[in-house]
């Protein structure tokens, strides 16, 4: 079974910090994302990358970068942390989307964020 | 106005009841079409997966897509307490050539409730 693994599930932090969320998948997948979660505003696309060393801009990229350096592996870096980065981060990964075949996106369990 | 519109409920539902969830969309580009559960503090997890219109079960479980209509369905049947979750519905445009990067636009997640 697909496992997507994010190293903490909780952490606290003050503003100003630099933040590194790690995010590791074992089943090879080419594409990886990360989302924030929100109550009322849903999952929101921060970052995806489709290759090693690609990155993608998602919907709210502002305040974050990330890092593919391997494949399995999809870092979510937030360079200055505020108090408005506060929430629930997802890391994700599938293979290409096609008619038929893999499931789409397999998610991580979550990294609850608070930033004081 | 947001690209997807979910109604976040909460819905609340005898056990045995027959659930609709529904979900409208704005961008026509969308082909794939995705329900995800998911429990508290964990991360979302695939229930149904659609390529374009049509109808797909899966068990208790009933997904519709009326593209003409921007309107995707989830019918839970004979709904019990362990379907309590937030079900949130997901879509992805195709590139040329029909597959996708997997980069999902969600919903805000509807509370459903189960109670016996």
């Known amino acids: 079974d697909v496992k997507v693994t994010q190293s903490s599930r909780y952490l606290v932090k003050r503003t100003g910090e630099k933040v590194f969320l790690e995010c590791v998948q074992d089943?090879?997948?080419?594409?990886m994302f990360w989302y924030r979660q929100d109550p009322g505003l849903g999952l929101r696309l921060i970052y995806f990358s489709y290759d090693v060393k690609m990155k993608e801009k998602g919907d709210i990229p502002e305040g974050y970068s990330v890092s593919r350096e391997k494949k399995e592996r999809f870092s979510l870096i937030l360079e200055s942390a505020s108090t408005n980065q506060t929430s629930m981060y997802l890391c994700a990964s599938s293979f290409p989307l096609a008619r038929t075949g893999d499931k789409p996106l397999h998610f991580g369990n979550g990294t609850r964020l608070t930033v004081t | 106005q947001k690209e997807v519109e979910q109604d976040p409920g909460p819905l609340s539902v005898p056990e045995g009841a027959i659930v609709s969830l529904n979900c409208t969309y704005s961008n026509s580009a969308f082909q794939y079409f995705m329900w995800y559960r998911q429990y508290s503090r964990k991360g979302p997890e695939l229930l149904m997966y659609t390529y374009s219109s049509g109808n797909k079960e899966d068990g208790r479980f009933t997904a519709q897509v009326d593209k003409s209509s921007k309107y995707i369905s989830l019918f839970i049947r004979d709904s019990q307490p362990s379907d309590s979750a937030t079900y949130l519905c997901?879509?992805?445009?195709?590139?040329?050539?029909?597959?996708?990067?997997?980069?999902?636009?969600f919903g805000q997640g509807t509370i459903l409730t189960v109670h016996p």
């Open positions: 997901a879509m992805s445009a195709a590139k040329a050539g029909g597959t996708s990067y997997g980069k999902l636009t």
């Open positions: 089943m090879d997948h080419e594409n």
